[in-house]
């Protein structure tokens, strides 16, 4: 007797590493949930695919190692597709069994019939069918390969038929995971440090991709004097025990980081794929090393690209980076840092008649929270403050949504995070917005056991879409939310749950939630009308913010000005 396609698939993600199918089942999947009950992967039941994807996503993201998920035909795999936007751009190694109706069906516009192949194109590395039995574990084989090599997403299209056929003849292919070691050639290296060691004013900038590479930057930051500026998603990587680190940049940046990067004579980049062109310095000269060659001058022109891996580079160049004798650039930098840091905290404590800025409660967050424990935050407000005023310390880890950018994805991910980790603090914060997007799975804490922790940043709005409108001089538009009590909802389904409003019960609050043993929700009121401000004073919003206060003067709503201006100075 030959063996059901179903079984195989199941067979090659186990080789391939995968602990965890998120999901939820449904007709043409029923035989793949039949093999795996059986093996050593988890399922774990959400009530929405697109929060599975963010949990495959994230754990994916936290281990480094493959993780799947399985949806039904049509609409179920097609809900999955948001989610797995958001693991392709992270760069999560992540695998889809999208299940499909009959291949005899297949262009008839049969029922739940969805083209998944065209549709799952553009956020994944491999997106496949299988098209006959014999050729299922080859395939299977390949997308998992293609997941962990080219990091990112696999979507894997098996017709319900396929899954049932079986095979005779089998044959070992299997799922290898190389990890090359790349840098850039001899010759690349020594342009690389040519350029360097002509620098005056050399500031580092660095991403994601300098994630274990601490010791080196620091070693090239001290040998050429220069600051280092960072992206919001390398914060947990470098924004600790490093004297050369001057915050971020960017709109969620700081004046230090900012200037840095655009007063220096030669930056080099590493590992930083940083989108907004208006941040990068236009006079200076540009060193870029990425380990995909596409990035290379692909959000500014830079004088040099070169591939490599961020630790290896460095390792090499590093020998022929000469000492730059003038320190004052990077002196003058760390000073601003400095000087911004003190700023900040001064402005982090409770607001007016004892109110509690989205802010300050990431400031409470951040001191209460464990020394290893994992924070993911939502898109809107809620990641600003996250990676404002979340530490790093080499232990924690901070995840949000920073490069698809879309609301709803910490709790979904938050469950990834618990299960790859089981023994170490997961908080989730969530804006209210995002929560209620995915409402739904606050049921999925209580099924699956997952004893995550969330905080809810309510402020009864989409708060930040409310602050992009009051920049552009609009008055705040369809961006009110009308909340029931979170606290309470979560108690009815079975978490612990309170909700504050008061900075006086804040602390406590945080405490009691973090003590829980299983999952729970602390919602908290927080200040309506905190701004986000960026590092620097542009015209536009200036006006705009002025623009708006004029028009809410005059519709009546004087009120809400005051109230902005008495939060916010
Ligand atoms: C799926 C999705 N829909 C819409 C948006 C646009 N958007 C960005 S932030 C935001 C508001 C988020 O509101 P909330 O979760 O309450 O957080 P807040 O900013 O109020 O703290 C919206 C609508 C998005 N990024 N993603
Ligand atoms: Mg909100």
Redesign the pocket.
């Known amino acids: 007797m030959g063996k059901k396609v179903a079984e195989i698939l199941v067979e090659v993600l186990e080789q391939a590493g995968v602990e965890r199918c998120y999901g939820i089942v449904g007709d043409t999947l029923n035989l793949f949930a039949e093999s795996l009950d059986k093996s050593s992967i988890e399922w774990v039941h959400v009530r929405h695919e697109e929060a599975g994807a963010f949990a495959a996503g994230a754990e994916a993201q936290l281990t480094g190692g493959l993780t799947a998920c399985a949806g039904s035909c049509g609409p179920g795999s097609l809900h999955f597709i948001?989610g797995l936007y958001e693991a392709n751009r992270n760069r999560s190694p992540v695998v889809l069994i999208a299940s499909q109706v009959m291949s005899s069906e297949l262009g008839f516009e049969f029922i739940q019939e969805v083209d998944f192949k065209s549709l799952f194109k553009e956020c994944s590395v491999y997106c496949e069918q299988i098209y006959t039995p014999e050729q299922a574990r080859r395939k299977v084989v390949a997308a998992c390969q293609a997941a962990i090599a080219l990091k990112g997403v696999a979507v894997l299209i098996v017709p319900v038929d396929m899954s049932h056929g079986e095979v005779k003849e089998d044959f070992p292919y299997r799922v290898h995971n190389a990890q090359p070691l790349i840098r850039p050639n001899d010759q690349e290296i020594s342009d690389i440090a040519k350029i360097l060691n002509e620098g005056q004013k050399i500031a580092i900038y660095a991403g994601s991709g300098c994630e274990g590479a601490l010791d080196e930057i620091k070693a090239v930051a001290d040998r050429l004097k220069a600051p280092v500026a960072h992206t919001s998603r390398a914060k947990d990587a470098l924004a600790y025990d490093n004297p050369y680190n001057v915050g971020m940049t960017g709109i969620l940046g700081n004046e230090a980081g900012y200037n840095a990067i655009l007063e220096c004579d030669t930056l080099l980049m590493l590992g930083a794929d940083f989108a907004w062109r208006q941040f990068y310095p236009d006079h200076a000269k540009i060193v870029q090393i990425d380990i995909k060659p596409t990035h290379l001058g692909r959000r500014h022109h830079v004088s040099l690209g070169a591939v490599g891996d961020v630790k290896a580079t460095l390792q090499a160049l590093l020998p022929h980076l000469e000492e730059n004798p003038d320190e004052s650039f990077l002196g003058e930098f760390v000073d601003r840092y400095k000087k911004v840091i003190e700023e900040t905290q001064k402005h982090l404590k409770p607001g007016h008649d004892d109110t509690i800025p989205?802010s300050y409660l990431m400031s409470r967050i951040n001191k209460y929270a464990a020394d290893d424990s994992l924070l993911v935050a939502?898109?809107?407000?809620?990641i600003v403050w996250a990676t404002r005023h979340f530490d790093a310390n080499g232990k924690r880890r901070i995840f949000g949504s920073l490069l698809h950018?879309?609301?709803?994805s910490a709790l979904s991910s938050s469950f990834g995070l618990q299960k790859a980790a089981p023994d170490r603090q997961v908080i989730a914060c969530?804006?209210?917005?995002?929560l209620t997007?995915l409402f739904g799975e606050l049921i999925t804490t209580i099924q699956e056991n997952i004893p995550v922790k969330i905080i809810v940043?309510d402020?009864g709005?989409?708060?930040?879409?409310e602050i992009e409108q009051k920049a552009e001089g609009i008055l705040d538009t369809f961006t009110k939310?009308k909340n029931p009590d979170f606290g309470k909802v979560a108690e009815a389904i079975g978490l612990w749950g309170k909700t504050v409003n008061k900075a006086a019960d804040l602390d406590g609050a945080i405490q009691e939630l973090l003590a829980q043993p299983g999952p729970g929700l602390l919602n908290v009121i927080v200040n309506q009308l905190e701004l986000v401000k960026p590092p620097m004073i542009e015209l536009k919003p200036v006006v705009g913010m002025a623009l708006y206060s004029a028009r809410a003067i005059l519709h009546g709503r004087g009120a809400d000005v005051l109230e902005m201006i008495r939060e916010n100075i």
């Open positions: 948001n989205a939502d898109d809107g407000s809620p950018g879309t609301m709803a969530c804006g209210d917005g995002g997007m940043f402020n709005k989409l708060g930040f879409v939310l």
